[in-house]
């Protein structure tokens, strides 16, 4: 029997896991949209909220971050902007920071 609880226990943590990541992603996605949006697109309010969406969505494409990055590399091109990929890398991560700290605050 204690067997059987501790294997649901891990089950549970793995899915509460698993939750937690998955919102981290997308609010770090949105962060990083906003972000992209204001400062480098020139995109305010509705706008940039509407591309932050995008961003959002444009993560379920393929796994990992490279859906996302060439969305945003490929809209920064067409925006005339010369933000470097590793500045664009560097904001990722502390997006993914902030949404980190903001999830685990809820």
Not at 49 to 70: I, N, Q, R, T
Request: hydrophobic fraction near 35%.
């Amino acid at each position: 029997m204690a067997f059987d609880e501790r294997g649901k226990a891990q089950e549970s943590n793995f899915k509460r896991e698993q939750e937690i990541a998955f919102k981290v992603r997308n609010r770090r996605n949105k962060l990083l949209g906003l972000w992209v949006a204001e400062t480098h697109l020139g995109k305010t309010g509705e706008d940039a909220l509407s591309y932050a969406k995008e961003v959002v969505m444009a993560d379920f494409e393929e796994p990992g971050d490279d859906d996302v990055f060439e969305k945003i590399r490929t809209d920064l091109q067409k925006g005339g902007s010369d933000l470097s990929d590793h500045m664009l890398r560097k904001q990722m991560d502390a997006c993914e920071a902030e949404a980190r700290a903001q999830v685990m605050s809820e």
